[in-house]
């Protein structure tokens, strides 16, 4: 019996019914079993990560397939090769940053994270307007690893510093 690989998918291309289900049956004819993924219609366009798995045979059909398949479905697909998900010790958060938008609100939280080396393991930002006013708010939504020795009280500061300096609401919770 040869050992599991796991490959990343990626595809994005022009939104339309139908194309989750062709990935995946890509995938499963294949022989390859769907461990993990992330989709979202951002725009006008339909963006997918997934992580699947199987032998070597599996493996080389989903390849053989994804490279000629990519026009005929309309995306731009790319496979790279990984390794399943290696188990560190680190605490989960849930972080939440809420305001008005403008530019560079992502980029300034996320350093804030870096800088203490937090890594980000899900994040989703949208921008909508504001019933009434029509202003447009902000809201990023992410899920933290953070490294287990980190000082939590010293993270908050500097989470509510820079948020405060923006006129940004934040929370950070466990879990």
């Known amino acids: 019996m040869t050992a599991r690989k796991y490959m990343v998918l990626s595809a994005v291309g022009a ?19 769907l461990e993990d993924s992330r989709m979202a219609i951002l725009g006008g366009e339909f963006a997918l990560i997934l992580l699947f798995s199987g032998d070597d045979t599996a493996i080389a059909a989903v390849q053989k397939e994804v490279e000629g398949s990519g026009d005929p479905l309309g995306l731009t697909m790319t496979l790279r090769p990984t390794q399943s998900a290696v188990s560190k010790e680190f605490l ?33 930002s949208r921008v909508v307007c504001a019933p009434h006013s029509g202003t447009p708010m902000f ?5 933290l ?15 509510q510093d820079y948020c405060d300096d923006e006129n940004l609401d934040v929370s950070l919770e466990a879990g």
């Open 145 to 159: 690893q953070l490294p287990s020795q980190i000082a939590l009280g010293t993270l908050r500061r500097a989470l």
């Open 139 to 143: 809201s990023l939504k992410a899920e």
């Open 92 to 124: 989960p958060y849930q972080l939440r940053v809420d305001g008005v938008d403008r530019p560079g609100i992502v980029s300034g939280v996320t350093a804030v994270l870096a800088a203490r080396e937090i890594n980000v393991a899900a994040l989703e």
């Open 15 to 33: 939104d339309r019914p139908g194309l989750v289900q062709k990935i995946s049956a890509l995938i499963q004819q294949g022989g390859g079993n």
